[in-house]
């Protein structure tokens, strides 16, 4: 069973940083796994933060990109998304998310979430 525990926000004021890690367990940091970070405001679609494979490929949302910095440490199981440079509008509850590819068909593995709030 696949579980992802996230950790790591919190409040900030705008222009400052956060880091959040995700832990997972019971799966196997391999080639067929993309770690990545969502995201989800109030009223609002969960949108894509960033991912990265195994071998360390990125890709951010355009929002993101050049503020926030996703890593992976595939010794200890954990993904990062180190958050800087922060916005009002970045405040969204953050999720982790594990895709795990069998053959062609892909299984979404998502933590629990972890409330990142940005103060103006």
């Known amino acids: 069973q696949v579980q992802l525990v996230e950790s790591g926000g919190g409040l900030v004021q705008a222009g400052g940083s956060l880091r959040l890690s995700c832990t997972a367990s019971?799966?196997?940091?391999?080639?067929?796994?993309?770690m990545g970070w969502f995201r989800q405001a109030p009223g609002r679609q969960r949108e894509l933060v960033a991912t990265?494979?195994?071998?360390?490929?990125?890709d951010y949302a355009d929002s993101m990109r050049g503020r926030f910095t996703i890593s992976r440490d595939n010794a200890r199981n954990t993904v990062y998304l180190q958050m800087n440079s922060l916005k009002p509008e970045d405040t969204a509850v953050y999720y982790c998310?594990?895709?795990?590819?069998?053959?062609?068909?892909?299984?979404?593995?998502w933590g629990q979430g972890t409330q990142v709030t940005v103060s103006s």
């Open positions: 998310n594990a895709r795990v590819w069998v053959r062609t068909t892909a299984n979404d593995y």
């Open positions: 019971g799966v196997v940091f391999s080639n067929n796994v993309v």
């Open positions: 990265i494979t195994r071998g360390g490929m990125t």
